[in-house]
């Protein structure tokens, strides 16, 4: 199919309530790449997360997307 991105949830197909699960996929052809997005603290890279700098330091692939829990 040659799909670069997807995401999906569980809120609406499938009549879960609030925290209902989603995911994301991305083509490793991505991974390297720091997409535009909103930076969240769990995108972080952890290594400097706790260091606060005022750049974001993005995850290598998809996990550089998450904005909330895990």
């Known amino acids: ?3 670069d991105m997807a995401c999906w ?11 209902g699960i989603g995911g994301v996929f991305m ?3 991505h991974h390297k ?8 603290w769990w995108g972080h890279n952890r290594s400097t997360r706790f260091q ?5 330091d993005p995850i ?8 909330s829990n895990p």
């Open 1 to 3: 199919w040659q799909v």
């Open 9 to 19: 949830c569980t809120y609406k197909y499938l009549n879960s309530g609030g925290g």
């Open 27 to 29: 083509h490793e052809m």
């Open 33 to 40: 790449k720091t997409l535009p997005g909103f930076s969240g």
């Open 52 to 56: 606060m700098p005022d750049e974001f």
């Open 60 to 67: 290598q692939g998809a996990a550089q997307l998450r904005l």
